[in-house]
DNA sequence: GATAAACCTAGCGGATTAGCAGGATTTTTC
DNA sequence: GAAAAATCCTGCTAATCCGCTAGGTTTATC
């Protein structure tokens, strides 16, 4: 019940991409040596968070990556679906259709608990967005005791 | 981000055993059969969960497991946490002593959210016990609509 | 045209997962 | 006491995923 770190990377490179976004674009290497990660894994992951239509991307020299939309309106969940697949204990296959069979004897009870435990995760990663996090990382450097906690 | 079928077997054989528990233990075999998991598996899982304390074996024929407390007090917590590790979406090291180096330039914001998120995922799963879910099931099973939903 | 960047495809070592095999040990039952 | 029923133990394996690297292609800027 952990993260892998595509997802922790993703969050924290689309940070980076809030805390410096601006006119220009962000370069991938730059994020990635701020961030500490591999410039070449980071490219895949820009690559999916692109597909998902999360970034845009500039080609050529002098090119980088911007959000596709304000820091206000990008979720932890956006990202970390994207990144890591759909959030969820459990299959919920409840969802699909109605009359699957269950296989257990328990999995009519439980399906509707993974649901709901699958819901509130979900609604706790839906409720930070990056421009909270922007919020918190100015408050914490302006207070002085940045790389402290 | 989703529970292996470790965590999701564990639960659900837990459950079995809330829902079958009465004066004789319970065999591994009927519980692997009922809830459709390989016994040899559920073998593994119930060591662990043995060693953490929440089982209680009967060796020898006619043994089997039972629940090392009531249903009340075993929660989904108790068991995903032994089966799948703590639960975390990512390193909270801040916890241990403080003045860690930040490798990104991002972790301290980001190191407070991301306990902040893994303390309110695990309190959803501590927040549900097996005695909720026997409840739940007794109440779909009374009403006529097991195997549905 | 040189350079800087995004883009693309492929591979790889290690870890984890899910499960199987085969026995050893303990207890009950006949 | 023998057989059976169960837990316990150790080790193996095929498949998958993870994190990362490699090496090139395309597109834009200077």
């Known amino acids: 019940m952990r993260l892998s770190t595509k997802g922790r990377y993703g969050v924290h490179a689309m940070f980076d991409l809030a805390m410096h976004s601006g006119d220009a674009a962000i370069a991938l290497k730059s994020v ?7 410039e070449k894994y980071l490219e895949h992951l820009f690559a999916n968070l692109k597909k998902a ?6 080609r050529g020299a002098q090119g980088g990556y911007r959000l596709a939309r304000p820091p206000e309106e990008i979720t932890l969940g956006d990202i970390i ?6 959030v969820a204990p459990a299959e919920c296959k409840a969802e699909a259709g109605g009359n699957e069979d269950c ?9 509707s608990i993974w649901c709901r435990i699958r819901d509130e995760i979900n609604s706790i990663l839906d409720n930070i967005t990056l421009a909270e996090v922007v919020e918190e990382q100015r408050k914490r450097s302006g207070q002085g005791y940045m790389f402290h906690i």
Chains 1, 2 share one sequence.
């Open 32 to 38: 990635a040596q701020r961030e500490n990660i591999s």
């Open 53 to 58: 239509g999360l970034i845009h991307s500039v």
């Open 103 to 111: 296989h257990s004897s328990s999995s009519c009870a439980m399906r």
């Open 81 to 86: 679906r994207v990144l890591e697949g759909p």
